[in-house]
């Protein structure tokens, strides 16, 4: 199966899964020369910069075992250009978050939201 797709499909679970938790979304596959942030929230004040894994099985890991220090390092450097570019405070609240998204072999789906994860 396409990589592209399994990719849509574990995001568009994602904005499901967050809308229901009360969180609202305010952008999503933000890109540029540093990297790419999966979901941009915002809830109260604070801006969460969310990477999403998903795995269709625990086969070779747990998703958020793959963010790994340079990936963190991407999403951090995209960030600060994402506030720079919609000329916001630099001092603004933000969290880095993974949401870890897995099926069992049942084809049961699986959240873990992982808050501050970096």
Not at 25 to 47: Q, S, V
Not at 94 to 102: G, Y
Request: proline share 2%; net charge positive; glycine share 6%.
């Amino acid at each position: 199966m396409d990589t592209t797709f399994i990719g849509k499909q574990g995001e568009e679970l994602a904005r499901e899964f967050l809308k229901k938790k009360g969180f609202n979304i305010i952008a999503h596959n933000f890109r540029c020369r540093f990297g790419e942030i999966d979901l941009i929230l915002r809830k109260n004040k604070a801006f969460r910069f969310v990477e999403v894994k998903y795995r269709r099985s625990e086969e070779y890991g747990l998703p958020q075992e793959s963010v790994v220090k340079r990936k963190q390092g991407k999403i951090r450097r995209t960030a600060i250009l994402w506030l720079r570019i919609r000329h916001l405070p630099m001092d603004s609240e933000i969290h880095f978050d993974v949401l870890a998204i897995s099926r069992n072999v049942f084809g049961k789906i699986t959240y873990n939201y992982i808050e501050d994860a970096f």
